[in-house]
């Protein structure tokens, strides 16, 4: 018998436990820079936890999949690279949340606004090229419009 999933890290399980229908987890790669001296600094209002142990590990996948079956999450948001510079990742997030619910995005900047609404990031070890997603939480009722999500963003 397979053991029940549940979240070890305790800020992590907290965060999953604390989020609510519509509010978004950024999930990083190792590249994703955070501090106040990147391209794109992360706003301070986001939670950042580092999850990473060494080089590669744990990788998105892993991360991802341990939220998707412990936690109540409907579906990711990428920038409209990852299809061609990750084939890998964005298939991997195709098969667990299904196409239609796999939206692309531009990269820069709307992605990192997007980034920075997130109730939290969660750095990875993954050192894959656009190795990160932005996961949407669910709930047992009607999924929320991409358009909702990125209002203010995203120009019409």
Same mark, same amino acid.
């Given at each position: 018998? !397979?053991?029940?999933?549940?979240?070890?890290? !305790?800020?992590?399980?907290?965060?999953?436990?604390?989020?609510?229908?519509? !509010?978004?987890?950024?999930?990083?790669?190792?590249?994703?820079?955070?501090?106040?001296?990147?391209?794109?600094?992360?706003?301070?209002? *986001?939670?950042?936890?580092?999850?990473?142990?060494?080089?590669?590990?744990?990788?998105?996948?892993?991360?991802?999949?341990?939220?998707? @079956?412990?936690?109540?999450?409907?579906?990711?948001?990428?920038?409209?690279?990852?299809?061609?510079?990750?084939?890998?990742? @964005? /298939?991997?997030?195709?098969?667990?949340?299904?196409?239609?619910?796999?939206?692309?995005?531009?990269?820069?900047?709307?992605?990192? /606004?997007?980034?920075?609404?997130?109730?939290?990031?969660? /750095?990875?070890?993954? @050192?894959?090229?656009?190795? /990160?997603?932005?996961?949407?939480?669910? @709930?047992?009722?009607?999924?929320?419009?991409?358009? *909702?999500?990125?209002?203010?963003?995203? !120009?019409?």
């Amino acid at each position: 018998m !397979e053991p029940k999933c549940r979240i070890l890290n !305790e800020r992590l399980a907290a965060i999953v436990a604390s989020i609510r229908h519509g !509010e978004m987890l950024y999930i990083a790669d190792a590249g994703s820079g955070t501090s106040t001296k990147a391209l794109f600094p992360l706003d301070p209002s *986001v939670e950042y936890l580092d999850l990473e142990a060494v080089t590669g590990v744990p990788k998105m996948q892993d991360i991802v999949n341990a939220l998707k @079956y412990c936690g109540d999450f409907e579906a990711a948001i990428v920038t409209e690279d990852m299809p061609a510079a990750n084939p890998e990742g @964005y /298939q991997f997030l195709c098969d667990l949340f299904g196409k239609d619910k796999v939206y692309t995005m531009h990269y820069v900047p709307e992605y990192y /606004q997007l980034r920075n609404r997130c109730k939290a990031v969660v /750095q990875t070890g993954d @050192y894959g090229i656009h190795a /990160q997603a932005i996961l949407v939480a669910g @709930y047992p009722s009607a999924d929320i419009p991409f358009e *909702v999500l990125t209002q203010g963003i995203i !120009e019409k």
